[in-house]
């Protein structure tokens, strides 16, 4: 699978962004897909992930309530709405897909085999 990943931009603090995914073929049933990112001077990290099969979504501790991940079956898309940013957000946000991705290991993105390219979100205060 191809992913593409678009939508960030500037804004600030507060405001919300949705990011997506644009995915070469259906992800649900497939492949569980995820979306990581990517802060200057730090490691990657996981920020949401939803499951192939029952479509139950995991979120990164300081998004949840503020970040849901979402899915458009029809159009082989996956979204990132993140609402409530703060500058703490500020990173470039990765979308991955696995076909074989585990519970244990939804979090590392060494599981993942199909990347998009980073969007870049910048949150000022």
């Known amino acids: 699978v191809q992913l593409q990943a678009s939508g960030g931009g500037s804004v600030h603090t507060g405001d919300s962004l949705r990011l997506s995914c644009a995915a070469s073929?259906?992800?649900?049933?497939?492949?569980?897909v995820a979306w990581f990112r990517q802060a200057p001077g730090r490691e990657r990290e996981f920020v949401a992930g939803?499951?192939?099969?029952?479509?139950?979504?995991y979120y990164e501790d300081s998004v949840k309530g503020r970040f849901t991940i979402s899915r458009d079956n029809p159009k082989n898309m996956v979204y990132l709405q993140m609402n409530s940013l703060k500058p703490a957000d500020t990173a470039v946000y990765y979308c991955?897909?696995?076909?074989?991705?585990?519970?244990?290991?939804?979090?590392?993105?060494?599981?993942?085999?199909?990347w998009g390219q980073g969007t870049l979100v910048t949150v000022s205060s």
């Open positions: 073929e259906r992800t649900s049933g497939h492949y569980t």
């Open positions: 991955a897909a696995s076909a074989s991705v585990i519970f244990s290991g939804l979090r590392s993105g060494e599981n993942y085999a199909y």
């Open positions: 939803l499951f192939r099969s029952y479509g139950r979504s």
